[in-house]
């Protein structure tokens, strides 16, 4: 039943797998970020999130407004994904 009032979709709406993941993920990212000394601080992709309570990652562009706002509230001077030496995109987490 409360899948069904999450989602459409049964698979996008599990809260007690992916969303426990995301949250494990996402506590280790924001304590980066907190630590983080830099002006401009790079964070891996996540490799997965719970549909149903996720919109969008950041970006490998600093000016994309999703990273300026994640910039803004760790008070930094930019935040992006980071970006393999040879261009290769990022490994997800």
């Known amino acids: 039943m409360v899948n069904a009032i999450l989602s459409l979709h049964p698979r996008k709406s599990d809260l007690q797998g992916t ?18 000394e830099e002006n401009v601080c790079e964070v891996k992709s996540m490799k997965s999130f719970p549909y149903a309570i996720f919109f969008e990652d950041i970006q490998e562009d600093a000016q994309d407004w999703r990273n300026r706002t994640v910039a803004t509230y760790f008070n930094k001077k930019a935040v992006k994904l980071k970006i393999k030496p040879n261009g290769a995109p990022p490994k997800k987490e």
């Open 19 to 36: 969303a426990f993941f995301y949250d494990i993920r996402m506590s280790k990212r924001y304590a980066a970020l907190q630590q983080c």
